[in-house]
C-alpha cells in the first residue's frame, strides 16, 4: 500500500533522549550563572570583589546560551520531514535501527510530474524540437493519452547511435503512471508535398554524402543532395533537388558522371 507524505510532514523521529538530557544540564548551568552575575553585580558596585570575577561569570553565561542553541538546534534535526510531497517507494530502516550521517532512510518518489525519455535515430531527430508538445501513451494504461513537452534533445549518441529525447508531462489526478514504467510517443510525421521521394536505389554514395543522377542535357550529372528520413525503401529528399528534375533510378552499374543517357 503506497504511503503519500506531503511536504513537511514527519518521516522519522531519531532518538533524542540524549540531547534533552544534555539541554537540561545547560539550562541549570545557565540559571547558576544567571544567578553569579546577578550577585557578582551587587558586589563589584560596592567593590566588594573584583571585576574580573564579574567578567569571568557573564562569559561562562555567554557560553552557556550559546551550548544551550547548539542543543536546540540538534534537537530539531532530530525530526526528519519529507521535503516535497511525494510517495515512499522504499522504507530503509525500522525502529530500534541506527543512523548515521550519508546512510539512507527512505526512497521518495514524486509521480505528479514525470519525465519520460527515449532514444532516437540520429535520422528521426529532426522531428523534436524543444518545447514541443506530443502525445505520450503509457503500455500499462493505453487509454490514457499524456501531452508531454520535450525538454531535452541528447547532444551525444548512444553505442546504438540513437539520440536520448525527454519529455516533462503531469500524471494523472490519482497517479495512475508509476515510475519506470514504458511507453510510447506519438508524433506526427507529415512532411511537405513538394519534398520528393526517391526509391533508395536511386541513391548511391555514403549517409554523410548521398547523391543522384540527374539527367542534364542527355548527361548524367551527379547531384549532392540531403536526406531528411527514410521511409521504408524510399528517403525523403530535403534539399539537393527541384521541381522537374529527371533522376536516374536504375542501371546505375555502368553510368558516370557525364555519362550521355536517353530518356523514355
Same mark, same amino acid.
Given at each position: ?12 523521529? &531519531? ?16 540559571? /547558576? ?7 557578582? +553585580? ?16 557573564? #562569559?561562562? &553565561? ?8 547548539? &542543543? ?28 548515521? =550521517?550519508?546512510? =539512507? &532512510? ?6 505528479? +510530474? ?5 532514444? *532516437? ?7 523534436? !524540437?524543444?518545447?514541443? %508538445?506530443?502525445?505520450? !501513451? ?8 499524456? +501531452? ?20 516533462? #508531462? ?17 508524433? +506526427? ?9 526517391? =526509391?533508395?536505389?536511386?541513391?548511391? /554514395?555514403?549517409?554523410?554524402? =548521398?547523391?543522384?543522377? *540527374? ?7 551527379? !547531384? ?8 521504408? /525503401? ?9 521541381? /522537374? ?9 555502368? #553510368?558516370?558522371?557525364?555519362?550521355? %543517357?536517353?530518356?523514355?
Amino acid at each position: 500500500m503506497k504511503e503519500v507524505m506531503l511536504k513537511g510532514q514527519t518521516l522519522i523521529k &531519531l532518538d533524542d533522549a540524549l540531547l534533552k538530557l544534555q539541554l537540561q544540564s545547560t539550562l541549570i548551568q545557565i540559571e /547558576g550563572l544567571e544567578a553569579d552575575v546577578k550577585r557578582y +553585580s551587587i558586589l563589584a558596585e560596592s567593590d566588594a570583589i573584583q571585576g574580573v570575577q564579574l567578567e569571568k561569570s557573564q #562569559l561562562g &553565561l555567554k557560553s552557556a546560551h550559546v551550548q544551550r542553541n547548539i &542543543l536546540l538546534e540538534q534537537i530539531s534535526k532530530t525530526v526528519v520531514v519529507a521535503p516535497f510531497n511525494s510517495i515512499v517507494t522504499l522504507k530503509m530502516t525500522e525502529v530500534g535501527s541506527f543512523a548515521a =550521517p550519508g546512510v =539512507p &532512510l527512505f526512497q521518495l518518489t514524486d509521480i505528479s +510530474s514525470i519525465r519520460f525519455t527515449i532514444q *532516437v535515430p540520429e535520422h528521426d531527430l529532426n522531428l523534436f !524540437q524543444i518545447s514541443q %508538445v506530443a502525445k505520450i !501513451q503509457a503500455d500499462a494504461n493505453p487509454n490514457i493519452l499524456l +501531452s508531454g513537452k520535450t525538454s531535452l534533445i541528447g547532444s551525444k549518441s548512444t553505442m546504438a547511435n540513437t539520440y536520448p529525447v525527454q519529455f516533462l #508531462l503531469k500524471n494523472t489526478a490519482d497517479l495512475k503512471i508509476k515510475a519506470g514504467m514504458f511507453g510510447k510517443v506519438m508524433v +506526427s510525421k507529415s512532411t511537405d508535398a513538394r519534398q520528393p521521394l526517391l =526509391p533508395s536505389s536511386a541513391i548511391i /554514395g555514403s549517409f554523410v554524402k =548521398p547523391q543522384v543522377y *540527374v539527367v542534364d542535357n542527355g548527361k548524367a550529372r551527379l !547531384q549532392n543532395i540531403e536526406i531528411l528520413r527514410r521511409v521504408g /525503401g524510399s528517403a525523403i529528399i530535403q534539399s539537393g533537388l527541384k521541381e /522537374g528534375d529527371v533522376i536516374v533510378t536504375n542501371g546505375l552499374i555502368n #553510368l558516370f558522371d557525364g555519362a550521355n %543517357v536517353e530518356t523514355n
